[in-house]
């Protein structure tokens, strides 16, 4: 059974930092062979994709309202995925999820990443 679980989630206030990590398990889903990827869902929201990064870490790929302030990276050796967050803002609330996709190519849909962990809250004061 593969495992993705989330941590690194808490209240931070507006302009500060927060590092998510996402740990996999399981025989069926090879970590460093596939792409991992980040998703947010607000109250009330449809859930949004916000950064990916390829089998090796040398390709990322960011939504628009993150770049330059969220990082995406991986540890293969570690089997764990890491969001960086930086310079946080109110509209960055969210319960995050990290994704596993069975493929080495990033991608920003939901529907292509078959593997989900259960989410870590963000919350952002202003």
């Known amino acids: 059974q593969v495992q993705l679980v989330e941590s690194g989630g808490g209240l931070v206030q507006a302009g500060g930092s927060l590092r998510l990590s996402c740990i996999t398990s399981?025989?069926?889903?090879?970590?460093?062979?596939?792409?991992m990827g980040w998703f947010r869902q607000a109250p009330g929201k449809e859930r949004e994709f916000v950064a990916a990064?390829?089998?090796?870490?040398?390709?990322?790929y960011y939504a628009d309202s993150v770049k330059g302030r969220f990082t995406a990276s991986r540890d293969n050796a570690k089997k764990t995925a890491y969001l960086q967050m930086n310079s946080l803002k109110p509209e960055d609330t969210a319960v995050y999820y990290c994704?596993?996709?069975?493929?080495?190519?990033?991608?920003?849909?939901?529907?292509?990443?078959?593997?989900w962990g259960q989410g870590t809250q963000v919350t952002v004061s202003s």
């Open positions: 994704a596993g996709r069975l493929s080495i190519d990033v991608a920003t849909i939901p529907d292509e990443y078959p593997y």
């Open positions: 399981g025989r069926t889903f090879s970590f460093s062979a596939n792409a």
């Open positions: 990064i390829n089998w090796s870490g040398d390709s990322t």
